[in-house]
């Protein structure tokens, strides 16, 4: 008996502790505001921090295979040299009026650049499911590019784009998708 009014008890106390008033009560009068999409695209300073190619592109040059398959790689291939740090930390801020400006981050490659730069216009498309830039600053090509949306959120934005690939030794035409990691920096 002693030990079912113990097992009473316990459950009592533990129904008490469960059951006691919430430190932070919803008020109806001032109800959390959602964010949309445009706040978390708005609001952000996105830097790149990853790139993938899918397929990946390979080449053969005179029985040398080079493979892209990353972002990296991908700027590697087409700009002639390593990619830089410097190159790396570089920011996009997408503004409410639709402008992009291109920023160059914390560190310059070349002290004589300037900071920052028009980088185009932007707007959404399709229900906000993609973005639309008039020069895409993280296009190799800085061509106009429409960008689907695959993940958003106050801190990270993942898209991706196609890309067509000729291949310079057999002219072979093929297309990949480039996936873009990007990481609020504010």
Not at 101 to 122: F, I, V, Y
Request: proline share 6%; with cysteine.
């Amino acid at each position: 008996m002693k030990k079912a009014i113990l097992w009473m008890m316990a459950a009592g106390l533990m129904f008490t502790i469960g059951c006691t008033e919430d430190e932070s009560p919803i008020d109806d009068d001032n109800p959390p505001v959602q964010k949309t999409r445009h706040d978390f695209v708005t609001e952000g300073a996105w830097k790149v921090s990853d790139g993938t190619i899918v397929p990946e592109i390979e080449v053969d040059i005179l029985g040398n295979k080079i493979t892209v398959n990353t972002y990296w790689d991908l700027l590697k291939q087409l700009g002639g040299g390593e990619v830089k740090d410097c190159d790396k930390d570089n920011l996009m801020y997408l503004n409410a009026d639709s402008t992009v400006l291109q920023d160059e981050g914390p560190t310059k490659c070349d002290a004589n650049d300037p900071q920052s730069e028009d980088g185009g216009k932007w707007n959404f498309m399709e229900n906000e499911t993609k973005l639309n830039f008039s020069s895409f600053p993280f296009d190799p090509t800085q061509s106009p590019q429409v960008l689907d949306i695959d993940s958003l959120t106050a801190m990270d934005m993942h898209l991706s784009m196609l890309y067509p690939f000729k291949d310079p030794i057999t002219g072979k035409e093929t297309t990949h998708s480039i996936k873009l990691k990007f990481v609020n920096t504010k």
